[in-house]
């Protein structure tokens, strides 16, 4: 299925970029050793060349949350502080 850019190109669903530069059929995502948390300007977010977009075609475990201010990321400064994760800087 495809869908029209404000520019009325035909666009790809999945990658988000033109049909024409469409990258489906070369990425096979993988996972990444860790989740990936990605704070975008929203302006980022709308530009053509997107890299956030393209990391997230190649990599199952990232997130991207756009916002401009701190305020914006409070749900995710929330759930950073709940999370049981804690980090052994001194293995031995
Ligand atoms: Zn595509």
């Not at 990425?27 to 990391?55: C, G, M």
């Not at 997230?56 to 999370?83: H, I, M, P, W, Y």
Request: hydrophobic content about 35%.
């Amino acid at each position: 299925m495809t869908d029209l850019s404000p520019t009325k190109r035909l666009m790809c669903e999945h990658c988000g970029y033109p049909q024409i530069t469409c990258l489906c059929p070369w990425v096979k995502p993988i996972d990444a050793p860790i989740n990936i948390v990605i704070l975008q300007h929203p302006t980022e977010a709308k530009h053509a060349k997107n890299t956030v977009r393209l990391l997230a075609l190649g990599l199952n475990n990232v997130r991207a949350l756009q916002g401009e201010t701190a305020a914006d990321f409070t749900e995710l400064t929330k759930s950073v502080a709940r999370s049981a994760h804690q980090y052994n800087t001194n293995p031995s």
